[in-house]
């Protein structure tokens, strides 16, 4: 609730929400730099030779998609296309930029409890 008795505006949700899961995605704000300037897909991030750079654990291409998924779901990346449609490639969307501006650093890590309700929320969203 906001001080006029009012509950926060859509669009502040949206941010709110996704601002918390990228503090408990698996990925450094390195990796949103990335693909703020150029797509990158699963694969080809998880055969990078600097994903220590990009990531704080390794993962396999499966992982990575399912990331991205739960990231396009919460509108911080998007689908790249090209001429033939819909590609497995992922861009940074401008509420993804918006967020990313929020921080001047590294993206500060939840903690175990919020990690836990996230991953809760994000695999159980309708208890």
Sequence with gaps: ????????SPDRRALDRATQSMRCLPFRRAFYAEV???????????GRDDWADLVFAPFGPE?????FNWMIRLGILRREVDGQG?????????MGRELLASW?????R??????IQENFQRHRPRF
Aim: charged share 25%.
């Design 104 to 108: 001047q650093g590294e993206i500060g």
């Design 86 to 94: 819909l590609t497995e490639r992922v861009r940074l969307t401008p």
């Design 63 to 67: 992982r990575a998609e399912a990331h």
């Design 110 to 115: 939840a903690n175990l409890r919020e990690r």
């Design 36 to 46: 703020a300037d150029s797509p990158i897909s699963s694969n080809e991030l998880c």
């Design 1 to 8: 609730m906001t001080s006029a008795g009012l509950s926060p």
